[in-house]
Each structure stands twice: as C-alpha cells, then as structure tokens.
C-alpha cells in the first residue's frame, strides 16, 4: 500500500506570555511603519514652543514685524502712508513676513502671531522627516525630527513671531522639492527644481541672512539627483535652482529699488563687526546646537566607512551646514542673532545625525538592537532638556512690558507733541490707536535743527541734547539699564539732569534673566525752563 502522511497537529510556538509579547511587538512595529511616531514628535515640538507664549509680553523685533505688516497692509488697502525707511534697515523684505504675520495678528492678537511662527517650524520638521526617508531610511528619519523638535532654537523660533520661522521652513520646502526632483519623471523634475528655485528666492526675501544656507540646500539636491540619475543631471538640477533663485531675486531687487538693496547690504552683506570673542561665540554655539554638531559628524563618519562618493559628499555637506551660521558671526566677532542663526544649519545637520543614530542599531547584534535603539531614543531626549532651559532663559531675556504700556496710555494725554520713545515698536504695537509713527523718535539716531539759530545738528549726541534743552520732546521713555544700555540712553538722561524741563512721572523697575533695570519716563513741564 503507499505510505499515506498522516497530518499531525501543529506544536504551539512558545508560551502564552512569548506569545502575547510577539503580537505586542507586532503592533509596535506596524505602528512605528504608520504617522503616529512622527504625529508624536510634533505634538512635543508643539507643546515645547507652546509654553513660551504667555511666558513674556512682545519683543521689540516681534513689535517692529508686526506694526510694519499692519502699516503695509495700510497702505495697500487705504493708501496710507508708509514709512519709506523700513526696506533700509529691516533684514528682511517689508511685504514678505510682516503682512502675513499681520493678518494673523488682527485674527487673534500676539498669541496668534507667535502660533503662526509654530506652523512653519513644525512644517519643517516634517519636511525635515520626508527629506531623510527619502535620502536614508524611515529610522533615521524618525531619530532626525526628534532631535531637531528638541532643539533650543527650534522650540524658541515656534513661539517667536519673526521672519525665521518662515525663512526656515521654505529653505525646507526648497530642499524637499528639490529632493522629490531626484525621483520624478523629466518634465515633473525639471517643474520641481524651477519650484525649489523659487522657493530659495522666498526664503531669502523673508530673511537675507538665509541666503548663507542656499549652496548647502543647492548641493544636497545636486548630490541627492547625481546619486540617482547620474553626474550630469545633478549638474543640471544645481544650475536649474540656482538659476531660477538668482533670476527672481535679481528681478525682484530692480522692481524694488536701492532702499532694499542698501537694507541688504547693511543688516547682512556689510554687517558691523562686533567686539566678542571667537571663543565666546564657539562656546555659545555649543550650548545650543553641540549635541547637534556631534551627532552630525557621527554620522557623516559613518557614511565615509560604508557609502559611496556621492553618499560620502552629501553626508559631509549636510555636517557642514550645521558649522556654518556659527563660523559666520566668528568672522564678524558678532553674537547678535546667534541663536536663531543656527536653527538653519541644524535643520540639515539633524539630517545625518538622525542617520548616525539609525545606524548604531546596523552596527551591534540582532539580540541587542533594541538595545540600541533605546539608546538613540535616550540621547534624543537628553539633548533636548539644554533646549528647554535655553529657550525659557532666551525668552525671559527682555522686560516683560505690561506696566510700562498702562503708565505710557495715562500719561499721553498730557504729553503733546514729538514722543522719544526706545521701545518705540512695542508701544506702537500695543498703543497703535493713539500714536502716530511720524511724531516718534527712537534712541538709535536723530537730528535736529535748532529753533533760535536755525543750525541742522546731524550728530546724533549732539541732536539729542539740544533738542531736549529746547524742550523739543513732549514725551521720554527709556528701559534703562546701568549694565547694558543700548543707542543714547546715557546722553538723553544726561540733557534731561542738566537743563531740566522734564518731570519724571514714572519709574518701574524691571528684572529679565540677563539683567535688570528701570522703565522711566518723562513728560515736558508746562512752564519752559531757560537754557543754562
């Protein structure tokens, strides 16, 4: 008879807890393939730049970026007058950011502004995620985001209403459409590339000093299509961007006229150079972006021992980036600006520091693998923690202003004529309804001229003075400081002691955590005091 197999009944894999453990494990990874790990990470990056919102009144920079997009918007809809100085001195275009963030402000106030600042920063870390899966793998994408939420720079740009969030986020706009270009088909590259192009040109009309990343963005696309399509696409994609950024750009300088080009040349191409230390700078730096900087060169070390050229170059470029907003303000011995400076580079570094964290999880045994991982995820978390006190100490930095704004709104009715004001954005900001832009004067510059010999006095210090002697101001605020006063606090209160006129009506003392000291303000007396 033939030999007939008998089927035998399955013998059961492990036990009922080995068994559970495997279905969990399961889940997890089905889970960790889907959205929800990278939901996860925005929602902290969320929360981390959320705090920050009530934690201090308007910065300066937030007043002046908001009040000019609500005077441009003036303009547009109602011909009013626009102050034809902002293109001169703004490091940014004056009808890019500031209308956008404008028209947040008038919907729902400060905390809308600021919220408009959290979308583009948690754009870009998804953007930062899409770039790195498609360049490395979904690991190393995953383990890039999360370090980059936890930046400190990224949490205080998601609650700091300026241009660089918005700056940031079409740089990585440019540097995803530029990489989805390596895998499209020929006329959808060639519309994506002329798309990146243009979005680069954006960018470095939100903020000039953006200008510094382009070649890194340029090079990660050109290296990014060589790798795939060949040495001679990747050329042609890095002209393709290129050319179309510097098209736009030149196009939109000669409709815009010199004031845009000698607000260029001073706030970023010729910028004065300051007085700190390299070292002071380096070490700076270091506090916010080092783990950062460390991790990056991990893993572009890692990609040196297995990747080929043009894996190596692009791994070493994206490392760069991360060394080049600090290198910048070493040059010029300036540290204004430092920490926002290098949320830039750190979008790229993170990049391949997510892949040097994926890999260590390549480089030991199957049985220790989650080993690994679990280490990753631990210095992710633990480079985030410096974040979070940075970003809280950088934003209690400046006075909070809410005593201040309710002494000025008693005391204007009684101040008539030309106000010195040196928080003259965040006054004009919270006072807009009862203050003129054309009666203010800051403590940066002024001139005069002199009422009894009819002299023009250009020199600033010298301007002041008189002009206080003749009791030419109605109104003086100054947030004065004895260890950092800024423009020509000094002078002004220096006039005001010597010839009198003035009366001080308030003096509110402040405390920030760098350093503290006293709003004071002033109003002209009735009677008119003689020169001395």
């Not at 997890?28 to 929360?47: F, T």
């Not at 005077?71 to 007058?81: I, K, M, N, P």
């Not at 580079?345 to 993170?350: E, I, L, P, R, S």
């Not at 510059?445 to 003075?465: E, I, K, N, S």
Request: proline share 5%; hydrophobic share 50%.
């Amino acid at each position: 008879l033939p030999s007939i197999d008998i089927p035998r009944p399955q013998a059961r894999s492990g036990t009922p807890r080995r068994r559970r453990a495997a279905a969990r494990s399961e889940r997890w990874r089905c889970a960790a393939a889907g959205p929800w790990p990278l939901l996860g990470v925005l929602a902290a990056q969320a929360l981390l730049s959320l705090r920050l919102f009530p934690a201090n009144t308007t910065f300066r920079d937030e007043a002046l970026y908001l009040w000019t997009g609500q005077l441009e918007w003036s303009g547009w809809l109602h011909g009013a007058q626009v102050p034809g100085y902002f293109p001169t001195f703004l490091s940014g275009s004056p009808v890019v950011y500031p209308p956008l963030a404008a028209l947040a402000n008038s919907a729902g106030g400060l905390a809308a502004a600021r919220g408009l600042s959290l979308c583009f920063m948690l754009g870009a870390t998804a953007l930062l995620y899409c770039v790195t899966i498609r360049i490395f793998d979904r690991r190393a994408a995953l383990f890039a985001a999360a370090l980059f939420a936890g930046v400190g720079s990224v949490q205080f740009l998601g609650g700091f209403a300026t241009y660089d969030a918005m700056a940031l986020f079409l740089l990585a706009l440019a540097t995803w459409l530029g990489v989805r270009a390596a895998e499209a088909g020929p006329a959808a590259q060639c519309l994506l590339e002329i798309s990146a192009g243009a979005a680069l040109a954006v960018s470095d009309a939100a903020k000039y000093a953006a200008t510094l990343f382009d070649p890194v963005a340029i090079v990660v696309i050109a290296l990014l299509v060589w790798q795939r399509r060949g040495r001679g696409r990747g050329i042609a994609a890095a002209l393709t961007v290129a050319t179309t950024a510097v098209t736009l750009i030149g196009w939109a300088l000669r409709i815009a006229g010199t004031g845009y080009w000698q607000g260029i040349e001073d706030t970023t191409l010729a910028r004065q150079h300051g007085d700190v230390p390299v070292p002071g700078i380096l070490f700076a730096s270091g506090k916010w972006i080092g783990v950062v900087a460390v991790l990056a060169v991990i893993g572009a070390a890692s990609m040196t021992v297995t990747g080929r050229w043009p894996q190596k170059a692009l791994a070493w470029s994206l490392a760069a980036a991360v060394f080049l907003a600090p290198a910048e303000q070493a040059r010029i011995h300036v540290i204004t600006s430092l920490f926002k400076h290098v949320a830039y580079g750190a979008w790229f570094g993170c990049i391949v520091a997510g892949y040097g964290l994926g890999a260590l999880a390549l480089a030991v045994p199957a049985a220790k693998v989650r080993a690994a991982l679990a280490a990753g995820a631990a210095t992710v978390v633990l480079a985030a923690v410096p974040g979070v006190f940075l970003a809280s100490f950088h934003f209690a930095s400046w006075p909070r202003a809410t005593a201040m704004i309710t002494a000025i709104r008693a005391d204007l009715s009684s101040a008539r004529g030309p106000r010195l004001l040196e928080d003259s954005y965040i006054i004009e900001y919270y006072l807009r309804d009862r203050l003129g832009w054309q009666n203010l004067t800051s403590n940066y510059y002024f001139t005069y001229t002199d009422p009894l010999t009819g002299a023009y006095v250009a020199q600033p210090r010298a301007a002041y003075t008189d002009a206080i002697r003749h009791r030419y101001f109605g109104l003086i605020e100054l947030s004065y400081s004895p260890h950092a006063s800024d423009g020509y606090d000094a002078v002004i209160t220096s006039a005001i002691a010597r010839y009198g006129g003035y009366r001080l009506v308030t003096d509110i003392p402040f405390r920030t955590s760098a350093d503290e000291g006293r709003f004071l303000v002033w109003v002209r007396q009735r009677a008119r005091a003689r020169p001395r």
